[in-house]
């Protein structure tokens, strides 16, 4: 979950189901402060929380598969 300290929007669940991006480009649109990154589901991140990263998560088509948020 994001910290209270993250400035902006902090979760896209409207996002789920669509290409990963356009789920990029509307993220950063509607919260500057963050970089948007498409991963795979499945694959491996840092379990670290940062107010600048949202880990968009897409399936084998490019399409998002759980709500984008901060962290």
């Known amino acids: 979950m994001a910290s209270e300290r993250c400035q902006g929007k902090k ?4 996002l789920v189901g669509v290409s990963g991006e356009i789920a990029t480009a509307t993220i950063e649109r509607e ?28 399936d ?3 399409v998002v598969t759980t709500v984008p948020m901060i962290g």
């Open 60 to 62: 084998a088509h490019g």
């Open 31 to 58: 919260n500057p402060t963050v970089h948007a990154i498409i991963k795979r589901q499945g694959t491996g991140v840092t379990d670290d929380l940062k107010c600048n990263r949202v880990w968009v998560w897409v």
């Open 11 to 14: 979760s896209w669940p409207e």
